[in-house]
């Protein structure tokens, strides 16, 4: 088969306000290889609305699931759920030879991503978690400076990532993997790793609770300081019940570079650098973060490469989650469970950029943000 002209066909699984904001609309911008088949959902009215305003023919229900993945209507699945469906629904889309793009954090804990990863292994099928900021300009231009020592040796990164939670919205059900951590403080830990092209060694970590209703069942707020090789310290804090903050700091022996917004994928991201009397400001303009993800995932299964980022990657950011929600119970500082990582991570670097235009927020059905 010539892979040139041939496209990876995708089904979205899940039509919340992340499928429907950026995945949705990403697929305009990715025609080359990518092309949107299918769409699985049990609200009625997302079907029938969403199905016609992509032109998709195929929709199935989430009882339907095994229905669709026999259907021969897609060739790789978009996993958008809530965090405790994400092994479930892939572990039965590799064993029935679809390849898995999954959103992050990958599951629900440590045994379920291996799950995940054996599964897709054995089945001969792509596992790729959605990190989409391994693609995007700002962020990976840091990580190329800090590669080229314009702020000399590594010693420090600290970042903040906050929002406030919509009551109700389902980052606030423990029981379906809500909570700041998980959320959000996992960008906090990503970044820090492929800053540091390395993995953290131990954690120390705490958690705060307030009487806001939204935090019956969540913390309000993490933070956590994680120790690397060489001495390196990385600290962050995430919170669910403060102003919108996206930003990192990483603080070399010579220099300084800072990010913000950091992590978002609907404002411009940019970063200011300060090395000495160098001084540089750059400012990356809105473009489509989830395109370059199908696009790759898509050129991965096309020419048989292990994608970047790979289920291994979604591991490790899951072990030093598990990490620090041991240390904040033990009160104690607690290793990481890094070595156990089988097959390790590859970093991202400049290589995997990709810019794509800026979407247009479509028309919403049926559906709202998590945030106020």
Known sequence: MNNEKRKIRYAVVGLGHIAQVAVLPAFAHAKESCELTALITSDAKKMAELSKMYNVKHTFTYDQYDEALA?????AVYIALPNDM??????????????????????MNEEECRAMIEAA??????????????????????????????????????????????????????????????????YCINAARYVFQSEPLEVTAIMAQCNDPRFSEIEEAVG??????????????????????????????????????AYDYVEELGFNLVCGEHKEKYKA??????APELI??????????????????????????????????????????????????????ADLVNVKPAVQKPQLVNVESGSK
């Open 285 to 290: 303009a809105k473009h489509d973060q989830f």
């Open 121 to 186: 292994e054995f089945n001969k099928v792509k596992l790729m978690v959605a990190y989409r900021l391994h693609f995007e300009p700002a962020n990976m231009k840091v990580v190329e400076l800090i590669k080229n020592g314009m702020i000399g040796q590594l010693r420090l990164f600290n970042s903040s990532f906050t929002m406030q939670v919509r009551e109700g919205n389902i980052r606030t059900q423990s029981e379906r993997g809500g909570g700041p951590l998980s959320d959000i403080g996992i």
């Open 71 to 75: 259907s021969n209507t897609f060739d």
């Open 224 to 261: 956590a300081i994680m120790k690397f090789e060489d001495e390196k310290l990385a600290a962050f804090v995430c919170s669910f019940g403060s102003s919108d903050v996206s930003r990192y700091e990483v603080i070399g022996t010579s220099g300084h570079v800072s990010v913000e917004p």
């Open 86 to 107: 994400h092994k479930d629904f892939a572990l039965r889309a590799a064993n029935a030879r679809k390849h898995i793009l999954c959103e992050k954090p990958m599951a």
């Open 296 to 349: 790759h995932f898509a050129d991965c299964i096309l020419t048989d490469k292990e994608p970047r980022p790979s289920g291994y990657e979604g591991l490790a950011d899951i072990s030093v989650i598990e990490a620090i929600k041991r240390s904040a119970a033990s009160g104690k500082t607690e290793k990481v469970n890094s070595k156990k990582v089988v097959g390790g991570t590859s970093k991202p670097n």
